[in-house]
């Protein structure tokens, strides 16, 4: 597998251009309240992403020169995915509250606190930890890369169809950096692969989950992941982690996107598109 050449990755990192957008045809075309309400939430996971780079340097990723130049980068480019969103909310007449980011994180759950606190323990045990942290990353922005193909895929608006089509190519960039980082870790390193697959098999949940809130992960997943068509993406980000040494066994997001599906419509009724 070639090598993730970082030098350049760093060298080519940067805000999301939107210099270019026009916003007076995103002002026309505007936005439904579902999208609304699913950029509100895609956003807000975004913006936090800091959260989760506070676990991720834990331990011996830190003292890795590769991972703390990738993760420098990474937050930065993905704090500007979260302010695109809010401009382009804002250009389409939806804006945010001004304090939304306080709000967002007095409300994120003590679920990521406790995990916070049991990843960095145990970073500070194994550098075999970092294999695990990386596998999650990769999960993570193939997840995150599908609901952004979801919406683009379904929206009338054509400037938002732009914007994500460009957030999209850099969670693929990252994706990038967090599989070969975990490829090579868990080549040939059956320890690592062990404690790689217990991390994610008892703790691992879709992405977000803890920041915005279940009930908004569900309406994404009863709008546009509820059937197995649907849902198609996701399976083809599973066989991509199942090309993970010690991953092959790795098939439960599809399984739990259809739970948080079937959960919220039980609850809530099937969302409305509009
Ligand atoms: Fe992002
Ligand atoms: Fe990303």
Same mark, same amino acid.
């Given at each position: 597998m070639a090598e993730f050449n970082i030098e350049r990755f760093v060298d080519l =990192?940067?805000?999301?251009?939107?210099?270019?957008?026009d916003w007076k045809l995103c002002r026309e075309a505007g936005l439904t309240d579902a999208e609304e309400r699913i950029l509100k939430y895609l956003g807000d996971t975004e913006t936090h992403t800091i959260l989760y780079m506070r676990d991720l340097l834990a331990?011996? =990723?830190?003292?890795d020169s590769e991972i703390t130049a990738f993760l420098s980068v990474w937050v930065y480019e993905e704090l500007w995915h979260g302010r695109a969103i809010s401009r382009l909310l804002a250009e389409a007449g939806r804006p945010e509250d001004a304090d939304r980011y306080r709000k967002v994180t007095q409300a994120s759950s003590i679920r990521e606190t406790v995990e916070g606190i049991l990843s960095q323990s145990a970073a500070h045990l194994t550098p075999r930890f970092i294999p695990a942290h990386m596998t999650w990353g990769a999960i993570n922005e193939l997840t995150a890369a599908a609901a952004y193909g979801a919406l683009i895929e379904t929206t009338k608006n054509p400037v938002l169809a732009e914007l994500l089509r460009r957030i999209v190519k850099q969670e693929r960039k990252h994706y990038s950096f967090y599989f070969k980082q975990a490829h090579k870790r868990l080549e040939d390193d059956s320890w690592a692969q062990a404690l790689t697959r217990f991390v994610i098999k008892r703790f691992w949940t879709v992405v977000g989950s803890g920041v915005g809130g279940w009930d908004n992960l569900g309406f994404i997943a009863a709008l546009h992941f509820d059937t197995h068509e649907k849902r198609a993406p996701l399976r083809d980000a599973e066989a991509t982690i199942q090309g993970?040494?010690?991953?092959?066994?790795?098939?439960i997001l599809d399984k739990q996107v259809a739970r948080l599906a079937e959960t919220y419509v039980a609850r809530h009724g099937a969302p409305v598109a509009a």
């Amino acid at each position: 597998m070639a090598e993730f050449n970082i030098e350049r990755f760093v060298d080519l =990192s940067g805000a999301v251009d939107l210099s270019d957008l026009d916003w007076k045809l995103c002002r026309e075309a505007g936005l439904t309240d579902a999208e609304e309400r699913i950029l509100k939430y895609l956003g807000d996971t975004e913006t936090h992403t800091i959260l989760y780079m506070r676990d991720l340097l834990a331990g011996h =990723s830190a003292r890795d020169s590769e991972i703390t130049a990738f993760l420098s980068v990474w937050v930065y480019e993905e704090l500007w995915h979260g302010r695109a969103i809010s401009r382009l909310l804002a250009e389409a007449g939806r804006p945010e509250d001004a304090d939304r980011y306080r709000k967002v994180t007095q409300a994120s759950s003590i679920r990521e606190t406790v995990e916070g606190i049991l990843s960095q323990s145990a970073a500070h045990l194994t550098p075999r930890f970092i294999p695990a942290h990386m596998t999650w990353g990769a999960i993570n922005e193939l997840t995150a890369a599908a609901a952004y193909g979801a919406l683009i895929e379904t929206t009338k608006n054509p400037v938002l169809a732009e914007l994500l089509r460009r957030i999209v190519k850099q969670e693929r960039k990252h994706y990038s950096f967090y599989f070969k980082q975990a490829h090579k870790r868990l080549e040939d390193d059956s320890w690592a692969q062990a404690l790689t697959r217990f991390v994610i098999k008892r703790f691992w949940t879709v992405v977000g989950s803890g920041v915005g809130g279940w009930d908004n992960l569900g309406f994404i997943a009863a709008l546009h992941f509820d059937t197995h068509e649907k849902r198609a993406p996701l399976r083809d980000a599973e066989a991509t982690i199942q090309g993970l040494p010690g991953m092959e066994w790795f098939n439960i997001l599809d399984k739990q996107v259809a739970r948080l599906a079937e959960t919220y419509v039980a609850r809530h009724g099937a969302p409305v598109a509009a």
